[in-house]
């Protein structure tokens, strides 16, 4: 099993930045492909930004040259830098994890931009 813990959400206006965490309970590189969702109302889930076992990454387009998948091996810990916050980038963010054929998520955390 793989536990997920985000953080970072919050209100911010447009243009600023955010940088959320998520820590997993067991070593990265024993996950498959680490991830950012999200979701805002009314409209479904969307893949952000993912990161493989062995490092490669991949974005949204709506997101790519503004949003940053990273990762801590030392401290289990997968990062998303936001700049150039949008209001459309309002959302609540969760992370996932594949590993071992079964799909994780944290609880989420909301992101606001204001206008």
């Known amino acids: 099993q793989v536990q997920l813990v985000e953080s970072g959400g919050g209100l911010v206006q447009a243009g600023g930045s955010l940088r959320l965490s998520c820590a997993a309970s067991r070593r990265i590189f024993s996950i498959n492909i680490m991830a950012w969702y999200r979701q805002a109302p009314g409209k479904q889930r969307e893949l952000v930004a993912g990161?493989?076992?062995?490092?490669?990454?991949n974005y949204a387009d709506s997101v790519k040259g503004r949003f940053t998948i990273s990762r801590d091996v030392a401290k289990s810990t997968v990062y998303l830098q936001m700049n150039s916050l949008k209001p459309d980038d309002t959302a609540v963010y969760s992370c996932a994890a594949m590993a071992d054929g079964v799909q994780y998520w944290g609880q989420g955390t909301q992101v606001t931009v204001s206008s």
């Open positions: 990161i493989t076992v062995g490092g490669s990454t």
